[in-house]
C-alpha cells in the first residue's frame, strides 16, 4: 500500500503542463527576478516560488511570474500554513493559495512541519511542534487533507529548531516519520536543517538520514547557516552552502537517488552570477551521488 | 498541550521583555505542566532567539515600508512597536499588511499622544502605501477602450486609492535624516500604479476629488461632475466641464481611467471606507 502511493508521489512530480521537476533548482526571490524573467536561460533545472509573496495581490512581481512560466518548471513551498497550530487553517487562505499553485502549475505543494500561529496572531516564523504521539496523530489528519484541499500532493518540511517546546515523547525521527506515514504526505528533506539540528541537538545526522523512509522524499532543500558565539548553529539561509551540508547531500542522494535539489538563499543575497555557480557546485555533487547511488544498485 | 505551547511562545516573542520569571508565570498562566515547564526552562537562552526571530521579521518589514516615519519617531517608535506585539499583534498571513496592522492599531494612540508630531500618522500612512497600491489586485486586460459618455460611469484603475492630509506629507523629502515639518494644508491625492507598475501620486483639486469620489461610489460621469460642482458650490459652468475634461484626459493618459462602464457595476473603495472590489482580502503577510 505504502509503495503504491509513493509511486503516486512520485509520479506527480511532472507538472500540469508536462514540466518535470528534477536536477537543481534555486529558491526565486525578487532580488533577482527582473533578471531571471528578462535574461537569458540559465542553467538552473527548475525554480521555487514563496506563493505568499505572490498571491492575493497585482502589480509586478505576479506578472513578472506569469512571464516565467513556461520557461522553467515552477515549484511553491509555502510559509504560512501553520499546520501544527490548534486552529483550522484560514480557509480564504487555503482557497487563494490553491489558485496560486494552479497558476504556476506546480507538480506538488509543500510547507513546514511547525506552527507559525497562535489564535488569531501571525508569528512569522516556523516554531516547533512538541515531538508527541497527539501532535502526530492531529498534524497527520490535518496533512492528509491538504492534497485534496491544495489540488495537488503535498508535503512536509522538516525544520531547524533551536529548542524543544518542553519534554520530547518522540525523537524527531519519530515524530516526522509518524507524520509523514500516518498522513502519506511527502517529504521535502532539509539536509540543512538535519545538519543544523544535529548539531545544536547532538545527534548523527546520517545516522538520522539512514534512518528516514528516503521513498518519501519529493525535494531536498540545502541553504547556508550561521554560528552563534555561544556555539548555536542558526539556519539564517544568508551565506553559501557549508561543506559539511554538501557532504550530508551527497550522502542523502547517494542513498535516495534522483531526487530534485534546490538551493535557497534568502538573506546577504548575492549576484544571480554567484548563485548560478552554487548551483553548478551543488549539481557537481548531484552528479557524483548519482554515480555512487547507480554503482551501488549495481 | 499544543494549545499552551502555542500561547506561551506568542507571549514570550511578543511581549515584554524576557526573564526566567515570566517563562516560568507564562508555563503557569497557559497551563504548561511541570515537566515541561522545567525543560522550556533550561532552554531560556534559546528560547530568546525565537524572540529575536519573530521582531526582527516584523521589525524588517516596517523598516522597509514605513522608514521616514520610524526615523521621526526614534524611540517612540520601538514603544508603540512593543505595544502593539503585545496588544494587537500581527494577523494576517503577508508580511506586507504588517505595517497597515500597526497603523491601524497606533493610528488612535498617536493622536492623543503629545509626543507624536501631528502629522506623523499621516506620513506614516502615506509612506505604507507605496507598498499597498503597487501590491492592489489588477482588473483583467481584455478591457476595450472606448470613449466616455456622460450617461455611463467610468472604469478606473483597480490599483488605486484617493486619500486626504490635513498635512502636505506628500511633499517631505525622501530623505530619511530630513526633519522639515509639512506644511499644515487640506491635501487630496489620488495614489495609483502605473501601467508600468510604478506608484504614482497625482495631488488633486477639491472638484477634482469629489468628481473621482464619485467615479469610485460608482456615478455616472455626467453625475460625478453635477454632484461634485453642487458639494462645491458651483454652477455647473462651462469652466467646470472643461475642467472634468481635462481631469479625465489626464487620468487616462495615466492608465487610471480605463473607459466607460455601467453605472449598475459594483463601486470600489475610497479611503473614506466604502466597501467595494478594491479592499485588499484580510489578513495577512508576507
Redesign the interface.
Known sequence: MRRRHLRLIMSNVVSSIGHTLGGVGLGLRWDFLEEVVDGPTLPIDFFEV?P??YM??????P?QLERLLGRYPLVTHG??LSI???AEP?P??LR?LRLEIARTHSPFHSDHLC?S?????????L?P??Q?R??VG?VAERARRMSDVLGVPFALENITY??????AELPELDFLMGVLDASDAGLLLDVNNVYVNSVNHGFDARAFIAALDLRRVVEIHVAGHSRKA?G?V?DTHGAPVADPVLELLSHTLSLSGPRPVLLERDNDVPELSELVREVQKLRDVYDASMLRFDAARD | MQQGIEDVFADWVLGPAPSRDRLAGLCEKHGIGADDAAALSESFERLTVYRELVRGNLREALQLAIPRSIARLGPLFDEYFDRFLAEQAPRSHYLRDVTPELLAFAGPLWQDDARVPAYLHELARHESLHIEVSALPSLPRDHVPAPLSLEQGVELSAALRLVQYRHAVHELSADEADRTLPSERAVSLLVYRSPAHEVRYLELTKLARRIVERLLLGDSLGGAVRQAATAEGSALSEAVLAGAAKLLADLAERGVVRGPRHIADESRTTESGQSGTNAPAKRPPS
Open positions: 514563496s505568499e509573496n492575493r495581490r497585482g502589480g509586478y512581481y506578472e510559509l504560512t501544527g497550530a490548534i484560514d480564504q487562505y487563494e506552527f500561529s497562535a489564535g488569531q496572531r501571525s508569528l512569522h516564523e516554531l511542534l512538541q508527541s497527539e501532535n492531529r533551536y529548542v524543544h517546546p518542553g519534554r555561544s548555536l542558526l
